[in-house]
């Protein structure tokens, strides 16, 4: 574990593990509330002989917290780069997004294209979105998405919001609403624990700073970026949050994509379907590893 500080001075977490000259390294983005402990289950099924490098989001996890005026997702674009010069300056990268991590990825295709271009040998959008976020979200109406909204406002300006470290002191709390959002029919216990202790650690002005870049993200034409890019697209049956009508959106824009739906799960693919997430992230790695190294 160690720590890497971003240009405007944000202090991020950061894990990395596997050997320093492997061919490719593989980059785990997390979600919106949730933090690096959730690509855990995935790379342990990707094993010792892969370098990976899994981090938290600026305001996320054990990252430093910021100022909501830098919660968009154009900075954790700006993050990931400034990260990746840092840490991994050479060499073909796999980046795998889950949700708001999928997001930055796209983000960074659009502000850092020539990264991409050169650099970036394979990419796992993983329960994530294009865009389209603001429209009947969770299922519901215009008029009841309204009404959610409004009720969202007034609980982010109350001071039992700003004024917590974390959104729960006791996690067993919010594992109704959480099974209920984020997770399929018949998580197991690890999935709900892990999942239920990253959201309940998290920081509410974390929660509320993020919620307009997540509304406002659009970056279908940033899918372009990955066209000759080996892409895999991989969505939940039952996932509420970004439903599975997202993924195919991203796959309208992305033909070249392959899709994969996991019967069941919901939104937390990296803890409820681990090992399959972990096998089309290694099929990505062998496949950039071959083509790094086209005589071995």
Do not use: K
């Not at 899918?223 to 997202?246: K, M, N, Q």
């Amino acid at each position: 574990m160690s720590t890497f500080t971003t240009p405007d001075g944000v202090a991020l977490h950061v894990e990395e593990s596997g050997p320093a000259d492997a061919a490719v390294t593989v980059v785990m983005a997390h979600g919106w509330t949730l933090d690096a402990r959730t690509w855990e289950p995935v790379a342990r099924r990707l094993g010792p002989d892969v370098r990976m490098i899994r981090y938290d989001h600026r305001g996320h996890g054990r990252s430093a917290a910021v100022d909501p005026a830098t919660m968009t997702i154009d900075q954790l674009a700006d993050d990931l780069a400034a990260l990746l010069a840092d840490r991994v300056p050479r060499g073909p990268l796999v980046l795998a997004g889950h949700s708001m991590g999928g997001m930055t990825i796209m983000a960074l295709a659009d502000r850092h294209p020539a990264l991409v271009a050169d650099r970036v040998a394979g990419v796992a959008l993983v329960a994530t979105a294009s865009g389209g976020l603001a429209e009947r979200a969770f299922g519901l109406s215009p008029a009841g998405l309204e009404r959610v909204r409004a009720a969202e406002v007034r609980l982010y300006r109350s001071r039992r919001w700003t004024g917590r470290d974390h959104l729960s002191a006791v996690p067993a709390l919010l594992t109704p609403g959480i099974r209920w959002l984020l997770l399929g029919t018949h998580p197991d216990r690890d999935a709900v624990r892990l999942t239920t202790r990253a959201i309940a650690e998290c920081r509410p002005v974390t929660v509320s700073g993020f919620r307009a870049t997540l509304d406002a993200h659009e970056r279908d034409a940033a899918l372009a970026a990955f066209a000759s890019i080996p892409t895999v697209v991989l969505a939940g049956e039952r996932d509420r949050l970004t439903p599975l009508r997202a993924s195919r959106r991203i796959v309208r824009g992305l033909p070249t994509a392959e899709l994969t739906i996991f019967p069941g799960a919901g939104h937390m693919l990296p803890v409820e379907r681990a090992a399959g997430t972990a096998e089309r992230i290694t099929s990505l790695v062998a496949a950039a590893t071959r083509q790094a190294n086209p005589a071995a």
